[in-house]
């Protein structure tokens, strides 16, 4: 295995050649945050809040589709990162209904927890309350497109995981969403086989069961999240 040497926040590392640098951070014991990136999931670089600076280069990095190359320079701290970051998350929750008090994810929920570690406690930006349609029509579960954040991990986990590809993304700027089988109603799909990992992945309050509205939630979804890293690493299903 080769190995490179670079410079993280002013310290040498070393990695393994072809390692994304949100690896190296990880590895490092540097914390980045994420919300479209999941252990076990193919990395789409979606979200952006992993930006990173790379020295000599003028446009910032996503550490978790940027590869580690010798003698980079990387700085994931500085003001403008937590400024750009910031603005990322009030950005996501302007752009849909994120209303924690009443929504199913309250107090497990990614976006929620990211706004938290990044002292955001007001948005800057107009709300564009989109009315977005929600489908309750699978027999399970429900699909609240007003409060998905667009990080495909339901369409990666669907396609790379489970081999359904019922998920995909349609659309573009405020007209995209995720769909089901070319944006069937979600309970009309011939190809979901109810397996509700899309459900486990969301990162907010998007996909949830129709038991989950009723009573407690998600010790299930941190199971299969282990479950998830577990497998990735001994690569079970590859
Ligand atoms: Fe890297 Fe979303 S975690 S772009």
Redesign the pocket.
Known sequence: MSVVTLTLDGRPVSAREGATL?EVCQESGVALP????LDGLS?V??????LVEVAGQRKLA????TQAQEGMEITTGSERLVRYRRQIVELLFAERNHVCAVCVANGHCDLQRLAASLGIDHVRYAYQHPALRLDASHPRFVADHDRCVLCTRCVRVCDEIEGAHTWDVAGRAAGCQVVTDLAAPWGESASCTGCGKCVQVCPTGALFEKEQAAGGMLSKHRDFLTYLKNAREKKEWL
């Not at 670089?45 to 992993?50: H, K, N």
């Open positions: 949100l994420t919300l479209c990136h990395d670089g979606a979200c952006r809040l992993c996503a550490a978790c589709v």
